[in-house]
């Protein structure tokens, strides 16, 4: 399970801030948001305690939407809804199997909903 979305950088991102197109282009190609979201950098996770993780440095970002009409647009490889985070907080605590750097995010998330 996942509480974001996420990706890698590509070339294409070179083009102006490295990191800010990579975010605009990771949300725009997974979820259509309505409108114009406000995004921020909140943290970094340099985790080397998984293969994956270790050859990976991942960027944080908050991102407020304008409403709460987001759809999932790879339909085929995900699915997904707004979930309040008092609801999220309760499947981490009874046991859901969060990916590692979404149960990372999730162990500071009241530090990341103040930033």
Known sequence: MSIGVGGHINPVDREGDLLDLGCERELAEEVAIPGKARKRVVGFIND???????????????????????????????????????????????????????ALVLDRIDEVLQA
Request: glycine share 10%.
């Open 48 to 102: 080397d305690a998984t293969a994956v993780g270790s050859v990976h440095f991942g960027v944080v970002y908050r991102v407020d939407l304008p409403d709460r009409a987001v759809e999932v647009r790879e339909k085929g490889m995900m699915e997904g809804a707004l979930t309040p985070v008092a609801e999220v907080k309760r499947l981490a605590a009874g046991g859901a199997d969060f990916e590692t750097w979404s």
